[in-house]
């Protein structure tokens, strides 16, 4: 034992022994020191104080007991504070109790922390609330935004619509023609149609119109139009069947004979 200005004789250590349960290594240590504490041996023991230094004799590992010692110094420990090593069951344990003045120091350090991390807490916590609320005004936000956004998508797709009508008619090239007759032809091909018919295009220039019929069916049914096929096929396989607007006749003139 090596104590600063400490007499022989005023530190008496006694040791035990403690097994602990597995469990958690800081679990392990508080049952440890309950332990100690309430089962000690040298509590009636009368003169002087009474200090307890619990020391884990053996690493820890999962599922296994943990062993302690515990070290109890009966007498006055001397300010500078106190090393001395002690034999447990043949196992060597130093035991060093720091002087009041480190004590202290430990004190206002453990404070420090204990209010830094209650300061990190606090601000995560706002952090949290802040990012929480901004959240809450972005779904407000969104909510409100909403009937908007479905309005400027139905514009969208009757922009959208209207672009692909534009372009059909364009295809059609019944830019500057008459489009209700070109309609009315539609409208006579798909109620007349033959439904045997491969109808591959529709073509209508001024009142007449044309129909591209793959095979030899008639496309329309008997008496709807008047039809007449296009001695030369378009293309491989496919025939031209022709209906042609009746024209206004004009009289003949006749000349005055004098």
Excluded: C
């Excluded at 204990?114 to 407000?140: F, T, W």
């Excluded at 489009?179 to 018919?197: C, E, F, K, M, Y």
């Excluded at 496919?238 to 004009?250: D, E, F, G, H, I």
């Amino acid at each position: 034992m090596n104590a600063l200005n400490a007499q022989p004789g005023e530190i008496k250590p006694f040791t035990r022994v403690i097994t602990t349960p597995p469990a958690f290594p800081w679990d392990q240590e508080k049952a440890a020191q309950l332990d100690a504490r309430h089962t000690s041996p040298m509590a009636g023991m009368s003169g002087g104080g009474l200090t307890i230094v619990v020391k884990r004799l053996k690493p820890w590992r999962p599922r296994e007991s943990g062993r302690f010692a515990a070290v109890y110094l009966k007498g006055s420990v001397p300010p500078q504070g106190l090393s001395f090593t002690v034999d447990v069951q043949g196992q060597p344990v130093k035991v060093e109790i720091a002087s009041k003045t480190a004590q202290a120091a430990q004190l206002r350090q453990r404070v420090w922390l204990l209010g830094a991390i209650v300061v990190v807490i606090l601000s995560l916590v706002l952090q949290i609330g802040l990012v929480l609320k901004r959240r809450a005004e972005v779904e407000d936000r969104l909510a409100q935004l909403q009937p908007q956004i479905e309005r400027m998508t139905k514009l969208n797709a009757g922009l959208v619509k209207t672009r692909q009508n534009a372009q059909a008619l364009s295809e059609l090239d019944l830019q500057g023609r008459d489009v209700q007759g070109a309609v009315n032809a539609l409208r006579t091909v798909t109620i007349s149609r033959d439904p045997s018919a491969r109808i591959e295009a529709f073509h209508w220039d001024r009142g007449d119109w044309a129909l591209e019929v793959r095979g030899e069916t008639v496309p329309l049914k008997a008496g709807s139009v008047d039809l007449q096929k296009a001695p030369k096929p378009v293309r491989r396989g496919v025939s031209l069947w022709v209906y042609s607007q009746p024209r206004a006749t004009t009289p003949a003139s006749t000349e005055r004979v004098p």
